[in-house]
T-cell receptor, first 111, second 113 residues
Framework: QKEVEQNSGPLSVPEGAIASLNCTYSDRVSQSFFWYRQYSGKSPELIMSIYSNGDKEDGRFTAQLNKASQYVSLLIRDSQPSDSATYLCATFSGGYNKLIFGAGTRLAVHP | DGGITQSPKYLFRKEGQNVTLSCEQNLNHDAMYWYRQDPGQGLRLIYYSQIVNDFQKGDIAEGYSVSREKKESFPLTVTSAQKNPTAFYLC????????????FGSGTRLTVV
């Protein structure tokens, strides 16, 4: 079982819709979770971090964490074509010196 | 502006050749990391260093070597022992405990010719 799993997509949503990206993880003691956005050919950019159960909102982005279900998600409201990218979920494994990543979900927002 | 600089942006390696990828940061971060990304895959950890003059192997260290002689610099050498080096290489840094996540450089795309 992979430590961090994501649906590879592509997830296609119309402009203005809510995009929902999901991630599951295997390490029950994981405490910190991150969402990175990666445009094609570019490096990952940190867009959200979440450390406790519940929701965390930042502008059009909402991260949701459910530690009991080992599930973290990212919602993007009012999706724009500029949101089209691959979204990587990440958490620490074996301490804070090893951030591990899912394979990413490709999001396509069409006008 | 603070950030991480990777060079070169593109690198071509001949068979049997060693090449070195540069990574420099001015964020005053203690920890630095090297990841490899293959098409359609996530990032895999090659090496990491939490303090100067110390580094540890990640999940895929075979065929790679690193040094950490200065806090700001963490170069990666891809040796001839790495049989499939074509990939996108990403350097990152963080505060010592990494609690706030990692900051990435712009990457080096390495191709074997």
């Amino acid at each position: 079982q992979k430590e961090v799993e994501q649906n590879s997509g592509p997830l296609s949503v119309p402009e203005g819709a809510i995009a929902s990206l999901n991630c599951t993880y295997s390490d029950r003691v994981s405490q910190s979770f991150f969402w990175y956005r990666q445009y094609s050919g570019k490096s990952p950019e940190l867009i959200m971090s979440i450390y406790s159960n519940g929701d965390k909102e930042d502008g059009r982005f909402t991260a949701q964490l459910n530690k009991a279900s080992q599930y973290v998600s990212l919602l993007i409201r009012d999706s724009q074509p500029s949101d089209s990218a691959t979204y990587l979920c990440a958490t620490f494994s074996g301490g804070y010196n090893k951030l591990i990543f899912g394979a990413g979900t490709r999001l396509a927002v069409h006008p | 502006d603070g950030g991480i600089t990777q060079s070169p942006k593109y690198l071509f390696r001949k068979e049997g050749q060693n090449v070195t990828l540069s990574c420099e940061q001015n964020l005053n971060h203690d920890a630095m990391y090297w990841y490899r990304q293959d098409p359609g895959q996530g990032l895999r950890l090659i090496y990491y260093s939490q303090i100067v003059n110390d580094f540890q192997k990640g999940d895929i260290a075979e065929g790679y070597s690193v040094s950490r002689e200065k806090k700001e610099s963490f170069p990666l050498t891809v040796t001839s022992a790495q049989k499939n080096p074509t990939a996108f290489y990403l350097c990152a840094s963080s505060t010592g405990d990494g609690f706030y996540g990692y900051t990435f450089g712009s990457g080096t795309r390495l191709t074997v010719v």
